[in-house]
């Protein structure tokens, strides 16, 4: 019952991203105006496939390749900075596709520190440093390619994991205090950083220029209003340059359908957190409990750190919506993160019948 | 050392715990959920301001929706049956400005000034333009190639947020006026207007973008184009023969001139498909430029005009009463010697007849037997028969605006109005109707939906629709055709319609002259009319030729009888072809009478056999052999109708 409650979420989710991937991208590029919506549908299927294939399957099986698959996809990691091109060496390119290997490892990576921690019985400073430390460490590659939204949202899953684990608070304040310094000195160290958290603090000091996005996703709202302005009918897709279908997708929805439209998305992802996390609380064993409660807010804190962008209340990331936004790798590992919620519920289900 | 007292310290709470709640866990995954719940929380209350009570923001987005344009696609092609263009986006330039960095800058609003008079822009209206507060405004759309290349030079002086020049595409129609009435027109933003622009808008039309015209805090324009063109729009191919339609609108507009007519109009189908081959309407109008002509010159009056057909409409009421036998092609009618009162009114025949059979009725046009016939199918009988025949309703052409034309019910005639539908008043059709009810006899009975769009083809060659007739009942017998066609031929030998006639390939028809109802009274203003088919044995084509208001004679056999003529004689020895097959025997498109066919066929009997084989036969013109001329791989046998 709560595993369909979540893969109808998810489902309705993934067809109103389909829905508005194509609306947005098709009046951009001609030459083949479905390309965007095909590949999304492929990421889909697969994506899909997979989620059914992990929700069949024990969790210990994971549990037991995690740590195998952690070396791997941290090696594709390290790959994109070897193989990537452009600027942002983010993607491994194949013909046809290009891949974002960050997107596996984030999922993977809760997986292992699920592992990790369900051995863990105490908690104390020492494991603290230790896992933050292993955190930098292991994101340090996606830091260096650059992104610093899957870098920073790494090290949130590592305090997560370190929070549901038992970690005293305390402990966890305690590593909050250098985080200031370091965020002072990678803003110095990269200037374009300092603009964007300028333009965060008010983005109409450079309407042009960094705040751009954030300024017309707030306009996207504004102009969409209570109901929307109808599907298609919506003319501030134009104005996103380029991020309009991942990072930025929540502004067109709401232009086209609305505040009433964004209260529905934002109740399917309120039955996943919902699901997730009661199923979570009432498991037993404890690395299906942690595996499950970081799956959960794998999906949940993406959601909500890319809705707060969107309405100005965190500076702009790049991190995707999930289900929702165009982007195959990011949806793939969405639907791994699922995959691993519904084998948790399953287990507990079967357990009380 | 105190570390690890400490830690010793919590493990035991926390086993301690641990036996009381379970897994501390538990706990922190509720306190998680809450905290993810309070996330969205917040965004919704956030979303939820933004959405509907930043009055600031609703403003800026509505000003900024204000400065986006539309780039279309090329509109697709439209061809005539032969594959010829006639219609066709061809490229243009579109001229814009950004007033506000403008307007403060003496230099560059001279240079503004000066475009505008290269351009032939009003002083007043570019000063105007200039005093706007936008940011965005056409000095002038769809410039020419040549226009565009005159102001280069000084469009080059500005930067590109000030000054610059969009491509867009603009309709042409190479035929101009000729054929308006069908092609239709577009407005500037390439909308169809009329004719098949109109009805096949959605489909003509290309992809639309709209561009964001955006604007920095200075007022900068930064476009946001498009990375590459929208696809264009789907290519129309219509039934329209452009040869036929250049002959008929020249005719037309020749005749219109001679008997100084105030209008004409002309329908040509193929009888067999119910194919639109050609329609005129005079005075017409260019295409290229509809905003110069007046608004009724752009009225295609073929299948846009109602008005009572008179004499024409005798083959229907006869056929109609051939077909229910309630009279026979022996029967005899008394036709008062030229003049009959009947009930109120008094009608009169322009050739005065004692008696005559239906063959006579037809061939000569008598308004007295034909009511009397109209009177002996009586008023339901003729109605349904009428009704049947597409009166009173639309053909369903696909074309815009198509009129129904008028045909009340039965139970609303008076037996006058029954004896005047005879000879072709108290209704009112369109040419087009006529055609089409006319086209019936002539293919032994169907009646068939009228078309002028054959297939649709989209930009990457597929055939995304292929029309094929329609047949929609039938109507006549062979043999009532058989004899009404007859009856025509016989106009044309003998009748009102000897003007009509055309050798070798002889025709059929039908000669109308109806008197123009105006405030309620019937004037000395004229509708002349023809309609025929032709070849005789072999029908091809069914035009219909009117002239309204002539001046210079009005009987239709004197008035249009001679232009159906001409151009379907013109037409059809265009089209006549003989193909000659390896068995010898040979085929034909368009041929003569059977006489004539036995003619041809005895002297390709009469050639060397073998010769026929090794050689292509080619035979040109029509009518009886004139001479033979022999090359090295080629027979070419010409004829001459003398």
Request: aromatic share 12%.
């Amino acid at each position: 019952m709560k595993s369909y409650l979540v893969v109808f979420a998810v489902l309705i989710l993934s067809a109103i991203g389909l829905l508005f991937v194509f609306n947005v991208t098709y009046v951009r590029n001609f030459a083949n105006p479905y390309i965007f919506v095909q590949k999304q549908a492929i990421a889909l299927a697969l994506g899909l496939a997979l989620m059914f294939v992990i929700s069949r399957t024990p969790l210990g099986v994971l549990r037991r390749l995690s740590i195998f698959l952690l070396v791997i996809s941290f090696c594709f990691v390290i790959a994109t900075l070897i193989l990537g091109s452009g600027d942002a060496k983010r993607w491994i390119r194949l013909p046809g596709f290009s891949i974002q290997p960050v997107e596996f490892f984030k999922i993977v990576l809760t997986l292992f520190l699920a592992n990790v921690f369900s051995k863990i019985e105490k908690i104390d400073f020492s494991t603290v440093i230790s896992f933050v430390t292993l955190g930098l460490f292991l994101s340090f590659p996606v830091y260096l390619q650059p992104d610093y939204g899957n870098f920073a949202f790494i090290m949130i899953m590592v305090i997560f994991m370190l929070f549901i684990a038992g970690a005293k608070l305390r402990y966890l304040l305690a590593i909050a205090f250098p985080i200031i310094p370091l965020l002072a000195l990678a803003v110095i160290t990269a200037p374009y950083r300092m603009r964007r958290l300028l333009v965060f603090i008010d983005p109409w000091t450079d309407p042009q220029g960094s705040g751009f996005q954030v300024i017309q996703s707030l306009l996207s709202y504004a102009s969409g209003g209570l109901t929307g302005v109808g599907i298609g009918e919506g003319i501030q897709r134009l104005f996103f340059l380029p991020a309009v279908h991942n990072d930025f997708i929540i502004s067109s929805i709401a232009e086209e359908v609305g505040f009433l439209g964004i209260v529905v998305i934002v109740l399917l992802y309120s039955i996943v957190a919902f699901v997730g996390f009661l199923s979570a609380s009432r498991l037993k064993d404890r690395f299906a409990k942690l595996a499950v409660a970081s799956a959960t807010f794998f999906i949940s804190a993406q959601a909500i750190l890319n809705l707060l962008v969107s309405v100005a209340l965190l500076p702009t990331k790049g991190l995707p919506l999930p289900f929702i936004s165009y982007g195959g790798s990011s949806t793939i590992a969405n639907f791994i993160a699922i995959g691993i919620m519904l084998s948790g519920i399953s287990a507990e289900e079967n357990k009380l019948s | 050392m105190s570390r690890g007292r400490k830690s010793k310290e919590y493990s035991s709470r926390s086993s301690q715990s641990k036996k009381k709640v379970g897994d501390p866990a538990t706990k922190r995954i509720l306190v998680s959920l809450f905290l993810v719940l309070a996330g969205f929380g917040i965004y919704i209350v956030r979303a939820g301001y933004i959405s509907m009570f930043s009055e600031e923001l609703k403003e800026k987005a509505k000003a900024q929706s204000k400065t986006t344009i539309v780039i279309k696609g090329k509109r697709g092609k439209i061809y005539d049956r032969n594959g010829k263009l006639i219609a066709k986006d061809i490229p243009s330039y579109s001229l814009w400005m950004n007033p506000q960095t403008l307007r403060t800058d003496e230099a560059k609003r001279k240079n503004i000034y000066e475009i505008a008079k290269i351009l032939k822009i009003d002083q007043k209206e570019i000063s105007d333009k200039l005093q706007k507060k936008v940011h965005f405004v056409w000095i002038k759309r769809q410039l020419t190639e040549d226009e565009f290349r005159s102001v280069k030079r000084i469009i080059e002086r500005f930067s590109r947020n000030e000054v610059g020049v969009i491509k867009e595409w603009k309709r042409f129609y190479p035929y101009g006026d000729v054929v308006a009435h069908i092609t239709g027109f577009v407005n500037i933003d390439s909308e169809g207007l009329a004719g098949l622009e109109l009805y096949y808008d959605r489909k003509l039309k290309g992809k639309e973008i709209k561009l964001a015209v955006l604007r920095d805090a200075l007022g900068r324009i930064i476009m946001n184009f498009p990375p590459d063109e929208p696809p264009p729009g789907y290519d129309i191919y219509t039934t329209v023969d452009i040869d036929l339609q250049l002959l008929l609108f020249e005719e037309l507009k020749n005749q219109m001139q001679n008997m100084k007519a105030k209008g004409a109009f002309a329908i040509a189908i193929d009888p067999n498909t119910g194919e639109v081959l050609a329609g005129v309407s005079l005075p017409s109008f260019d295409p290229n430029y509809p905003s110069k002509y007046p608004e009724k010159s752009r009225q295609a009056k073929f299948y846009q005009y109602v008005f009572e057909p008179g004499s024409v409409f005798k083959i229907f009421v006869v056929a109609s009463a051939l077909e229910s036998d309630i009279i026979s092609p022996t029967d005899s009618f008394f036709c008062h010697e030229g003049k009959w009162d009947f009930k109120s009114i008094t009608i009169r025949d322009v050739k005065k007849i004692g008696y005559a059979t239906p063959r006579e009725i037809v061939a000569l046009s008598s308004n007295i037997c034909a009511s009397q016939i109209s009177l002996l199918l009586g008023k339901e009988r003729l109605y349904n028969y009428l009704k049947r025949l597409g009166f009173g309703s639309k053909t369903g052409v696909d074309l815009p605006g198509e009129e129904s034309g008028l045909l009340s019910h039965f139970s609303r005639w008076y037996d006058v109005d029954l004896a005047v539908i005879g000879f072709g008043y108290f209704i009112g059709v369109t040419p087009l109707q006529i055609a089409t009810a006319f086209s019936s006899i002539v293919n032994d009975g169907y009646i068939l939906r009228p078309y002028i769009v054959s297939k649709i083809v989209s930009p990457h060659r597929e055939i995304i629709y292929q029309a094929k007739p329609e047949f929609r009942d039938k109507i006549f017998s062979k043999q009532t055709c058989e004899l009404m066609k007859s009856f025509m031929r016989e106009t044309v030998i003998s009748g009102t319609g000897k003007r009509a006639e055309i050798p070798f390939f002889l025709s059929a028809g039908k000669t109308g002259t109806s008197r123009k109802l105006k405030n309620g009274k019937y004037v000395k203003e004229y509708i002349s009319s023809f309609i025929g088919f032709s070849p005789y044995e072999d029908p091809k084509i069914v035009l219909f030729v009117v002239f309204d208001e002539p001046e210079e004679a009005y009987y239709g056999g004197e008035v249009a009888s001679p232009v159906f003529a001409s151009v379907v004689e013109k037409y059809l020895s265009s089209h006549l072809q003989f193909s000659i097959n390896s068995e010898n025997s040979y085929d034909k498109s368009y041929s003569g009478t059977s006489s004539q066919k036995v003619l041809l066929s005895k002297f390709l009997d009469s050639l060397p056999q073998d010769k026929l084989k090794e050689k292509k036969v080619t035979i040109k013109g029509y009518g009886f052999v004139n001479h033979v001329e022999e090359t090295e791989d080629e027979i070419v046998i010409q004829l001459s109708p003398n």
